[in-house]
């Protein structure tokens, strides 16, 4: 699987310029790289404009869902949908979507852990259902939302079924930049899985955001990073025979004695 994660810079508040501005990333690098998968990064069509949400989030995961359908049917593309702010129930989630190449919906994930550096529990409401691994293609897949990264509880029972790729979205601050880049690290190399991130490059509010998207590979190697200031796209073909090896060569699965763990 040939995979694209954007690292993007996002225009504050301005969901319709934003979303014009991921179709064209998507038509620029459908005809240049031709990837199977796409990855956006977290709140993407607004930023981090927490007091503007209850004005800017999408209302029932509208129109952001149908806009990627439409991208991924047109593109003959999966879209791992980065995260928007998105108003259900009278409540704003952090919500993450995943579409398939015919238009389908395959998975939906509501940020579960809200930033308390950035009071985010004034805005947004944490999500109530753990992270479940998904498949594209026949591949599962997991996926998490930034500050999710800390938490690795959450990431594991998805290895424990099987999860050959962790997606990570994200707005992570370049201030943490070295927690950033070394929790990736540590989960690729304890799942002996995929890592996959995109994150935002650029300023808001004061807050540099950290850009070093990654690919890494189940043994912890990188393959690719992004820069830490630049827009750019990272294509990157996947071979899954690297996470068979390393499970049957490093077999921490079978080694595990859940019984003793807390
Ligand atoms: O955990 C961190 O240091 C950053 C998390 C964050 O900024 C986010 O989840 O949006």
Not at 43 to 61: P, R
Not at 227 to 233: F, M
């Amino acid at each position: 699987m040939k995979i694209s994660t954007y690292q993007m810079n996002i225009i504050p508040g301005q969901p319709e310029q934003n979303r014009n501005k991921v179709a064209d990333w998507i038509a620029k690098d459908c005809k240049k790289n031709q990837p199977d998968t796409i990855v956006l990064p977290e709140m993407w069509t607004t930023a981090y404009t927490l007091s503007q949400l209850d004005d800017l989030a999408d209302l029932d995961n509208q129109p952001t869902t149908s806009f990627l359908k439409e991208l991924a049917i047109k593109n003959n593309i999966n879209i791992i949908g980065g995260s928007f702010a998105n108003k259900k129930n009278g409540q704003i989630y952090n919500t993450s979507i995943v579409i398939n190449r015919k238009g389908e919906l395959v998975y939906e994930y509501d940020k579960i852990h809200l930033v308390p550096m950035l009071n985010e529990h004034h805005y947004l409401c944490g999500g109530e259902s753990a992270a479940k691994v998904f498949e594209l293609e026949g591949i599962k897949m997991g996926l998490i939302i930034c500050y999710d990264l800390r938490f690795p509880e959450l990431i594991r029972p998805l290895a424990l079924e099987e999860a050959e790729i962790l997606f990570i979205v994200a707005e992570w601050p370049s201030a943490r930049r070295h927690h950033w880049r070394t929790l990736q690290l540590a989960r690729a190399i304890e799942n002996q899985m995929f890592v996959i991130s995109s994150n935002r490059i650029g300023t808001y509010d004061n807050v540099n955001f950290s850009g070093n998207s990654m690919f890494i590979n189940p043994s912890g190697d990188i393959i690719k990073e992004g820069s830490n200031n630049e827009e750019e796209i990272l294509t990157t073909t996947l071979d899954f025979n690297e996470v068979k090896n390393m499970r049957q060569n490093v077999p921490v699965f079978s080694s595990r004695v859940p019984d003793l763990y807390m």
